[in-house]
């Protein structure tokens, strides 16, 4: 089986330049996790025979965030956005930006064997201006997802917004304490190990020069000076099962790669 995550940054966009066909026709997702559609159904004229598609597109501002879920594999279940009562409880409230959970960012889908999340986590804006709605965005989500994890095993995906240690972006020691590589977004990540998740990358490789994300400036994408803010995790009890884990810096069309794993079933 194989799943696929990527922040395409504007369905509509890749779909017009033919980038979303070509990558569809070449890779064939069993599973593909979309952020950052900034549409809604109906929008991007996309027809993928034998997906079943599942959208949570923003309510507070049309053309924003925004999320998507294509598969082969018809769900038992589809759960929009974070459960009120895991927002309430980790005080994710609407900031000067808004309301996060309002904004298409979260599909839950659970088939027979695991569920499959996946996220646009909020960005902590520039000096961190955003960075107290992020920490509750994180604890929220992992929250919910260590929750679906005692019925389950999770596969979570998405676009995290965040390097998790230095390997993960090409200049980490002026990017220290910065959105994206703050102390406090970092702890976020750590928070996802500490309740049973894997980085799935990691299980293959080590080390720097792997990203998925690069800055539209100074040619960054070809001289490979990028992050790695797009992640696959799974629970522990599904590492065994997952055999290859992927970064697809060749697909074009948007500022972030495709990432995929591939597991046994």
């Not at 099962?241 to 597991?263: F, L, R, W, Y």
Request: glycine share 6%.
């Amino acid at each position: 089986m194989k799943i696929y995550s990527w922040n395409v940054n504007g369905i509509r966009a890749v779909v017009k330049k033919e980038t979303f066909q070509a990558f569809i026709a070449k890779h064939q997702p069993d599973i593909l996790c979309l952020q950052e559609t900034k549409a809604e159904q109906g929008q991007a004229i996309i027809d993928l025979s034998g997906y079943e598609e599942y959208w949570n597109s923003s309510r507070t501002k049309k053309g924003y965030s925004g999320t998507a879920i294509f598969t082969k594999i018809k769900p038992i279940a589809i759960i929009n956005d974070i459960p009120d009562d895991t927002a309430k409880k980790h005080g994710l409230v609407a900031d000067n930006y808004g309301d996060s959970n309002m904004e298409g960012r979260v599909i839950a889908a659970e088939f027979a064997d695991f569920y499959v999340v996946t996220a646009y986590t909020p960005n902590a804006k520039d000096g961190l201006a955003r960075i107290t709605l992020r920490q509750q965005f994180d604890a929220a989500m992992t929250a919910y997802c260590a929750e679906l994890q005692t019925k389950k095993p999770v596969v979570y995906c998405g676009d995290m917004n965040v390097a998790h240690t230095e390997d993960d972006l090409a200049n980490p020691k002026p990017n220290i304490g910065k959105k994206g590589f703050s102390n406090e977004e970092r702890a976020g990540f750590d928070n996802w190990l500490a309740v049973g998740f894997i980085d799935t990358f990691r299980i293959f490789k080590q080390g720097n020069g792997f990203y998925t994300w690069w800055s539209h400036f100074a040619n960054s994408r070809a001289r490979n000076v990028g992050w790695r803010i797009d992640y696959f995790l799974v629970s522990n009890t599904l590492k065994n099962k997952v055999t290859q884990a992927e970064i697809h810096p060749e697909v074009m069309g948007s500022d972030h790669c495709p990432i995929s794993i591939s597991m046994s079933t």
